[in-house]
Structure formats: structure tokens, C-alpha cells
């Protein structure tokens, strides 16, 4: 849907297609949608609205950002925290506990080294290409193939650089096969803004989600779960993957 802002009396809103209003004209001001989602300003306060004209969260915020891969940065009081789609503050931690700081898109920030607290590191990084385990899921193997561009499909990638991709996921499925990982699964992220490749060995565990068909669930599952002693095995894990990938 295609929604445009519009002026009434000095006050700001949205109008659909039709010109129909999709919420009271009582802003002070309005910037574009962004993944559902625009950010409102009344007085020197700023929240969001969705697109039935919802506000999804108090208008308390000095400063916010757009939203991306469903986060929005906003600032209350010189503090930077997220909020998700919900309107709910939310920090991105590791898979360790730690706090994610960055701003914007997370995969722009992992490629440009702006998170420092990456559990396990860069295992592989060239000028296109960062490969790390995923931050957030503790799953052994489980590895995230990046790129430094910020777009959101390879069909906006040269051959070359799609190349690029292929050799590294041949690679890492090669360590994890040579470190007794099998059936090895490739997902593809076409929905958020920055294009991601996964690499996951499927485990008996995952199972019960039928054949690492739903991804959401085992995720979901594997942060609930695992604990400390397996968090520590993967990372243990993902170190002898990055001297593999260095040394083959
Ligand atoms: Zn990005």
C-alpha cells in the first residue's frame, strides 16, 4: 500500500490510494512508512503509527530513526535503545547476554565491524564477504554468510560476486562436514533489507520441527534452551571452523 502524507489546518497525516485519511490529521509532522511503520512528531516528542493509523507506542521520544529488519533506534534523554513492531523498548542481545549496540540495519553494522561483541568473531571476512556464527541463535554450526552491501537480494549482485557467495558456502559446508556435521541446510533471508545466507548442519534435536523445515521454531527453541556448557561448545566450535577456513 501506498500512503502519502498529507497537510490539513498545519496538522500532518496520511492519505491510502483513494485520498481516504488512514488516521486524524494531529501531527506536527510525519516522515515516510518504513517496513509498515512511520515515524509522528507532535510538539518536540516523536512516535510511530502503522498502517490502519495506529499509534503503536507513547509519542515520548526526542529522536527516532526509520524502521529496519524491524527495529526502530529512538532516543529518550541522550539514551538509544530499539524498539520492535510492537512499540516495545527492546535491547538486541547476544546469544552470551551482552548488549548489540548499533544503529540501523544490523547486518550493515556486523559487515562494518560497528558491533564489537560478535560471539565467536569474524571466522572468514574479505572487502565482500563476512562469515560469523549467528549472534542471537546459539546453535553449533550455525553460521551466517554476510556481505558488506547493503541489499536485499543477489540478483542485485554481479555474477562474480554471487560467485564470491557459492565458494564461501562451499567452504564452510566443507568445515563443518570435516568436523562431523551432516545434512547440511541452506537458508536464504529475501525478506528482510539485507540479504543473508545461513548454513546449519541439522541436528536430531530440530527434528521435532519436522526436518529443519520451520527455521522460526528451531531458532526460538535453541534460545530458550541451550545452555551455558553448550554455549560454550560453540563457540569452542566456531573457533576451529574459522582456523579451517583460514588454513584451507
Ligand atoms: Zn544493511
Same mark, same amino acid.
Given at each position: 500500500m501506498l500512503y502519502t502524507m498529507k497537510e490539513k489546518l498545519g496538522k500532518w497525516g496520511f492519505v491510502n490510494q483513494n485520498g481516504e485519511? !488512514?488516521?486524524?490529521? !494531529?501531527?506536527d509532522e510525519v516522515r515516510s512508512f518504513s517496513e509498515g511503520l512511520a515515524a509522528v512528531r507532535v510538539n518536540d516528542k516523536w512516535g510511530y503509527i502503522n498502517e490502519d493509523g495506529a499509534e503503536i507506542c507513547e509519542i515520548r521520544y526526542d529522536a527516532v530513526g526509520d524502521f529496519q529488519s524491524k527495529l526502530g533506534v529512538v532516543e529518550k534523554e541522550g539514551k538509544k535503545c530499539y524498539l520492535n513492531m510492537n512499540g516495545e523498548e527492546v535491547a538486541v542481545t547476544n546469544f552470551m547476554n551482552e548488549e548489540m549496540v548499533f544503529e540501523g540495519c544490523k547486518s550493515c553494522a556486523i559487515g562494518n565491524h560497528t558491533i564489537t561483541n560478535l560471539p565467536g568473531g569474524y571466522l572468514y571476512e574479505d572487502d565482500f564477504i563476512n562469515v560469523t556464527i549467528d549472534p542471537e541463535v546459539p546453535i553449533r554450526g550455525f553460521i551466517v554468510i554476510g556481505? %558488506?552491501?547493503?541489499?536485499?537480494? =543477489? =540478483? +542485485?549482485?554481479t555474477r562474480e560476486e554471487r560467485i564470491q557467495i557459492e565458494d564461501i558456502t562451499n567452504k564452510v559446508k566443507l568445515a563443518l562436514e570435516h568436523f562431523g556435521a551432516k545434512n547440511i541446510l541452506l537458508f536464504e533471508d529475501g525478506f528482510s533489507e539485507h540479504y543473508r545466507r545461513w548454513v546449519i548442519p541439522s541436528d536430531?534435536?530440530?527434528? +521435532?520441527?519436522?526436518?529443519?523445515? %520451520?527455521l522460526k521454531q528451531i531458532t526460538m527453541y535453541a534460545k530458550k534452551n541451550m545452555s551455558d556448557e553448550q554455549k560454550k561448545e560453540i563457540l569452542l566450535f566456531a573457533e576451529q571452523i574459522k582456523v579451517f577456513l583460514r588454513s584451507n
Open positions: 485519511p !488512514i488516521c486524524e490529521f !494531529i501531527y556481505i %558488506n552491501k547493503h541489499v536485499s537480494t =543477489t =540478483t +542485485q549482485l536430531d534435536w530440530m527434528f +521435532q520441527f519436522g526436518r529443519g523445515k %520451520n
